[in-house]
């Protein structure tokens, strides 16, 4: 179930540190992240029917944090910080808000993981 959607820009891998545009599908369990070029046809349901090698998911039990870098002109920079120590950089449009949207999903699937654990 998606909780948010929208796009957000990735800062890539490679040398130059490329800024590229990723549809974004925030669920209640992490982050998809779609290649812009593989968007479904408009009157199509927006699921995705690419091979899931093109897609990344940010797992939330995977995340440990997301650290809000700086706002600079009309964007936020932010940083989401995988378990394994690796470190993914987003930008978004202040006002779309990803990085509270991602922080707040990744807090509440911790606490219902806490909870779960406790009963058990």
Not at 5 to 30: A, F, H, P
Not at 43 to 58: G, R
Not at 66 to 71: K, M, Q, S, T
Not at 93 to 104: K, V
Request: with cysteine.
């Amino acid at each position: 179930k998606a909780v948010k959607e929208g796009v957000l820009e990735k800062r890539s891998d490679g040398l130059l540190q490329l800024w590229k545009k990723k549809r974004c599908i925030l669920t209640e369990e992490g982050l998809l992240l779609i290649p812009p070029k593989q968007q479904p046809p408009p009157q199509q349901p927006p699921l995705p029917t690419e091979p899931a090698a093109k897609i990344k998911e940010l797992h939330f039990s995977n995340m440990k944090t997301v650290d809000c870098v700086e706002r600079k002109g009309k964007y936020v920079y932010f940083t989401v910080v995988m378990a394994e120590g690796k470190e993914i950089d987003f930008r978004c449009a202040q006002e779309q808000g990803w990085n509270a949207a991602i922080t707040l999903q990744m807090v509440q699937y911790k606490n219902r993981q806490a909870i779960l654990a406790v009963r058990s």
